[in-house]
């Protein structure tokens, strides 16, 4: 089993900035990518960003510039840092991660959520 937890989520003004942070611990052997995904009220859960072991990202185009993903790869923990939060950013923030796992004597592929951590922009 391998668990994400999510911290750094609250209540912010508009303009404000959160970071949000996701450690993952179990029996992990090695984590290819780490994202963030969000989902507002009534609407389907989306890419926020996401980084690969080797450091390659991507961002949903609506947010270049205002957020940014980073990672400590030595403590399996990812961050996102967002900048100029508008009221349209609240959404429950989700950790995503995935890579290999060992179970028992094997080495089996994983991919795991975090229980969410909830972010609200106030206008």
């Known amino acids: 089993q391998v668990q994400l937890v999510e911290s750094g989520g609250g209540l912010v003004q508009a303009g404000g900035s959160l970071r949000l942070s996701c450690a993952a611990s179990g029996s992990i052997v090695s984590i290819n990518a780490m994202g963030w995904f969000r989902q507002a009220p009534g609407k389907e859960r989306e890419l926020v960003a996401r980084m690969t072991s080797g450091g390659n990202t991507n961002y949903a185009d609506s947010l270049k510039g205002r957020f940014t993903i980073s990672r400590d790869n030595a403590k399996n923990t990812q961050y996102l840092e967002m900048d100029s939060l508008k009221a349209e950013d609240t959404a429950v923030y989700y950790c995503?991660?995935?890579?290999?796992?060992?179970?028992?004597?094997?080495?089996?592929?994983?991919?795991?959520w975090g229980q969410g951590t909830q972010v609200t922009v106030s206008s």
């Open positions: 995503k991660a995935e890579g290999y796992m060992r179970r028992f004597l094997d080495i089996i592929p994983f991919t795991s």
